[in-house]
C-alpha cells in the first residue's frame, strides 16, 4: 500500500495541477490536515530539481497563510470547542498555567513545530488560543517552516538520486519512523498540555 501512494504521488508530482495540490495540503497542514507537505514536496523536486526553490517557496507560504487560519481557530473557536473539553477533563486551570508560560516562551515552540515533524498545527491553533503575540508568531513561522521547506528541497535537489534511491530503498521504514514521530508528537502534547 505504501509503494502504490509513494508511486501515485510521484506521477501526482509531474502533473500540471501538482503546485496546486502542493499549495493546498501545504495551507491545511498548518491548521487541520494531518499529512505533512513533504508528501508531495519530495517527489515533486524529484520530478523537477531545476525548480525545487519554486516548490519550497510555494510549501513555505501556503504553510504560512494556514498558519494564519491556526491562529484564527485558537483565537475564535477556544471559548466553543477547547474550553468545554478542557472542563469535561477537570483541566480549566491547567490552560490559565499554561498561557501564561506559552505567551512567555511560546515562540520557541512555535519555531520547533515549523521545523520538525512535531505536529505544527496544534501550536498554531493553541497560539491563537493563548493570544500568542502575532507578529511574534508571523516571524518565527516564517523563519521556521522556510528552514524546513527549503533545506529539504536543496538537499533534493543537491543530491537528487541517491535521495531518491535511498527513499525508494527504505520507503516502509521511513513511513513508520515518519508516524512514529507523528503519533510521538500528538502523544507528547498529552504530557505538556
Do not use: H
Not at 515552540?109 to 508568531?137: E, H, R
Amino acid at each position: 500500500m505504501i509503494r502504490r501512494l509513494y508511486n501515485w504521488t510521484m506521477s501526482l508530482a509531474a502533473t500540471r495541477n501538482a503546485r496546486m495540490a502542493l499549495a493546498g495540503v501545504s495551507f491545511l497542514e498548518s491548521s487541520i490536515f494531518p499529512i505533512p507537505p513533504d508528501v508531495l514536496l519530495i517527489p515533486m523536486v524529484l520530478a523537477d530539481r531545476a525548480n525545487w526553490w519554486k516548490n519550497a517557496l510555494i510549501c513555505t507560504v501556503a504553510s504560512i497563510m494556514g498558519a494564519l487560519l491556526g491562529y484564527a481557530i485558537g483565537m475564535f473557536l477556544y471559548e466553543a470547542i477547547g474550553a468545554p473539553i478542557l472542563a469535561l477533563y477537570g483541566k480549566e486551570d491547567s490552560f490559565a498555567k499554561v498561557t501564561q508560560w506559552y505567551n512567555t516562551y511560546g515562540g520557541w515552540g512555535v519555531l520547533f513545530a515549523a521545523i520538525t515533524p512535531f505536529p505544527y498545527k496544534v501550536l498554531t491553533i493553541f497560539s491563537g488560543a493563548t493570544g500568542l503575540n502575532l507578529l511574534t508568531f508571523i516571524v518565527v513561522s516564517i523563519i521556521g517552516r522556510s528552514f524546513r521547506f527549503f533545506l529539504v528541497a536543496y538537499l533534493l535537489y543537491r543530491f537528487g538520486e541517491p535521495i531518491r534511491t535511498f527513499i525508494e530503498k527504505y520507503l516502509g521504514i521511513l513511513f513508520a519512523i515518519f508516524m512514529v514521530l507523528l503519533i510521538g508528537g500528538f502523544y507528547a502534547l498529552k504530557f505538556v498540555f
